[in-house]
């Protein structure tokens, strides 16, 4: 008998996770619930034989989990494509980035500029070294610890310009939400899930996870900023 469904998430996928597994839970009468922990750490825990029945992170990241003998190939699925989003405090003006040239000019004159150290923002800082003002805007970067969203830096005023996951922007309270990064340089990143190796309950895993990647999940994802993958 199921008792009990405990999986592991990366921060990018906490609020839509949370939502998917309350549902399920009502659905399939089975507790579910998932720890979000930055992507680093959480790769760290399951590496260290934590014991997760469910994995969800950044699909490389579950092929490395995959690779050390921790989650099972055979069971991943990708839950969802997310796309990175550029926010601003919300008492200021909204600068424009619409364009791939506008948004440099912006990220040129922003007093500060956030990202995370997730995978978006290894991308972020390989598009400013493409654009060539990674030396110029160097001493302005502001790196989000592990853990920490960016739209708390931006709402507390310690960064004036953000960049992260579409997801983790979202309902952060004090910050504007400007949009998604232009479509010719918008970062996308698939997360993905995998049943821990060693999972008492596989079976209720596998229906987890063909629950999770349903018709019936769909709007949940695009109501937190991302699409079904």
Known sequence: MTTSIRGICSMATRALLDELAAMYSRL???????????????VRRVSAGEPFDVVALASDAIDKLVAAGKVDAAGKVDLARSGVGVAVHASAERPDISTEDALR???QGAASIACSTGPSGVAL???FERWGIA???????????????VGSLI???????GFQQMSELIGIERIRLIGPLPPEIQIITIFSAAPGIGSAQPAAVRAL?????SADSAESKRRHGMDPA
């Open 105 to 107: 000019s912006a990220v």
């Open 28 to 42: 399939a009468g089975v507790p579910v619930s998932f720890l979000p922990v930055g992507g680093v750490e959480a």
């Open 135 to 149: 030396g110029e805007i160097r001493s302005r970067l502001v790196q989000a610890p592990p853990g920490v969203p």
């Open 209 to 213: 996870l063909d629950f999770m990647i």
């Open 125 to 127: 800082m390989a598009l």
């Open 155 to 161: 709402a507390r005023g310690e960064a004036a310009l």
